[in-house]
């Protein structure tokens, strides 16, 4: 059993304690995992119990005429597609009393999503089965990417970019006396520290643009350089810190009436709330940026503030929910012409549907991120494409066919190798 | 006490009905089939409160006082015990006067492939076998006719009927099987009644006015699983487009019908064709108000004191889960997730964590299945209590009713939705969810 995800182990076993006691009078339960791989442990491991016979299913006519054939089994184990075809789930529906005829529990494996049709078009056999359980799986890929908001945001090509603008920062900042360009600079090069993963560096730059801000009584400077010095204790892990800087923001934006800012460090906000795994509260700060973006016509906001929001109730597990968010996100992306938030949406509308079990679909998406992510060259982006990708192959048993990388320890390495050139010092 | 049994959904498998004196008994004796045999009616039947009894007794006396070739509607929610009503009904009619076709077109026919045509052809096969059954000489060039009718229409050859007589087939079962498991012979029979339907309406009323007069007896046919027609263009073209077949035969007719299309504007049309349309409704734990009907509890209660000891489950928990389904069927389910996770844990009896524990799960797996459209639908049902499509193009509230998530009640102030119960909880956050998106 060491093969299951810990939280899976009570379901596996309760699993097994219904076939137990139900074995001669006949049953039918519904086990759910997105992973091929996973669902086969399930088989060898009930197979291991008891005698078993396995049954692969593709359409309708050939379930009903297998139904009727079978007898004198002691565990039937029912494999389908990915996604059941309408003649597929009208035949679960509609004969789903056969499943008891044998005399022996039936046991039907399926993708999330595969069960959401039953939910939802076959509620006869939802309603008649005995129990389900959902299997969460090992392992999933990479966790969603939070879609930043930033105030004073930065465009760059490569690391080399990036790095010529921090010559120049410090440069300009060696010559210049007007306070509030020094305060613009500040910004701008601790947003280069940030993006080249020095955050610590960062930090610095912040709080000297936060200290010449309240000098001066800049009141946007200092809301803007609280929100970035909550953004990078939140790169940190510093989750509480980063809350309590975003609200000292907050209160300045609302202050000066700056609503596109207020919607930015509310977004912030909710996605610190989110990795503290307060995501019903960060769904109610996103709710709220969502309201002002929408309000003031903030497009960049709407976008970024629905991707978070998808990917919040994706980690609820309201999958369905939050493929909605992802797609109306990748609508404005596509419409403002944001390249990297397409990437991440579509990065992430794959992991959605990977979760749901429809591993081909997500490596459709995978792929479409992975071309975006070389087109502008994200790296971070086209690894987690690629990492996502691999462990989609991996999950049909194809690890072969990751592009470029046949084996996920490779794409794994690469990632790492990718994080180091980014220069993580956190 | 009201003589009118509920008849509940369910199955006991091989172990014959028994109380159960364990978890694990009682898990099985807590799956979904109707019930059938005078054992299982006698061990699992619950009485239904006096204040909502059974409308299958006041059925049984319209067909008593019958004149004519009455056809009615038999609607309910799915699980809410229509099937065993129907056993029931059937066991009431007098059969010194009446002779009942009783069958269910999931065995004869295909459920996913299945249409009006098919249909009548199934009932005609029926007819001639209920009669062979009971020992009636149908006059030998009427059968002969029919038969030759069927061989034609399904285009069986000799040899086929030859070999499958030598398995013991008579050619009533043989064809219906053929019909009900080769698409090709469906697609066949569909063509030749293309333009022959009539002829075939003919044949069949000759056939029952035979029945009749050789039996002295009425004949009823009572058709069950209809309802199981619920989605689209199928259930729709069988019943709205093609419901005046469905009077021609001249005998009395119960049909089962499915309850989401009664929300179909085309519904009332369909309606008063018929001569009653019958419904046996859920039964409410709490009225409009959201007061607790005591009697209806009670009922929910004994539904399982019938099926497992006392001792076995917590009465607060039980209640608990009652409160939180007021369905059936839901009910059953819940109860059993309970029954396993008590069962697991070694528990002596079922308590409010494994009922919360079951309750929990299933809201979660619904909040996560209800599309966006869908939730604002039942928040809007939930408000106004009632569950309407807009128009013909929309079917929100026909997809809910389908799958139980809307759910319609009846009581003594009338008929009214609501949101399945356990989704109640929900409603609140969605609302709210939905005032700030």
Redesign the interface.
Known sequence: MEEFAAEDL?EI??VI??LE??K????LLICTAASPTYRQKVIDVIAGRFPVRLQKVEG??EL??KLKEEKGHEVLIWEFPERLSP?LI??L???R?LF?RP?APSLLLLTPSA??DV???A??LW??C???H?LKGREGGLAFQVLDVMTTSLHYRDKEDLLRRKRIDEHLLQTLKDERERIKVLQDLGGVHYHLGEVRQAIEHYEQALEIAREIGDRRSEGIALGSLGNAYAALGESRRAIELYEQSLAIYCEIGDRRSEGAALCHWGAANAALGETRRA??HF??A??IARNIGDKRGEGATLGNMGAAYADL?????AI?LYEQALAIDREIGDRRGEGVNLSNLGEAYAALGETRRAIELYEQALTIARNIGDRMGEGNALWNMALAYESLGEAGQAIESPRTEVVRRQLARWQEEAGSDG | MDETLIIHAI?????GAMRASDL?KA??NM???PLKEEEEFKEFYVYRPENAPSPIEGLNDRIRIAEGAEKYLFLGF??SGKSTELYRLVDMIDQERFLVVHYSI?DEL???DFDFRDFFVSMALKVLERADDVGLSIFQDIKEDLHRFMKGITMVSEEEITTSKGAGLSLEKFLSLKIS?E?KTREVVRKELEMRIGDLLVKLNGLIHEVEDLSGKRLIIVVDDLD?LT?GSQAEDFFYNNYELLLQPNCLAIYTFPIPLTFHPSYEMVRQAFDDDVLLPQLPVKGQDGAIKDDNLNFYMDVIYRRMDRGLVDEEALKKAILSTGKL??FM?VM??AC??A??RRAALIGDQDVGGALEKFR??????I??AHKERLIEIHESKEARDKDNEDDISR?LL???TAVEYEDESGRWCDVDPLLLPLVERWRS?QQ??
């Open positions: 009570e076993e309760t304690a219904e006691i139900s001669e009078r006949g049953n309708g006519d009903i005429s003649d009208e035949a529906n509609n004969f009393e008891y005399g069960l959401d939910i939802r078009k509620p006869d309603r008649y005995g129990g389900y959902e769904i109610e709710e709220q969502l309201e597990g309201e999958t369905r929910r909605e | 199955h006991y498998g091989n172990g694990a898990y099985n799956t979904l089939e799915r699980g999931r295909n459920l996913s498991q698409k199981k989605r069927s839901e389910r059993r997730e396993i996770r069962y697991r979660r797996t619904y909040d996560r299945t599309s966006q997809d389908f799958s139980l969810s700030k998106t």
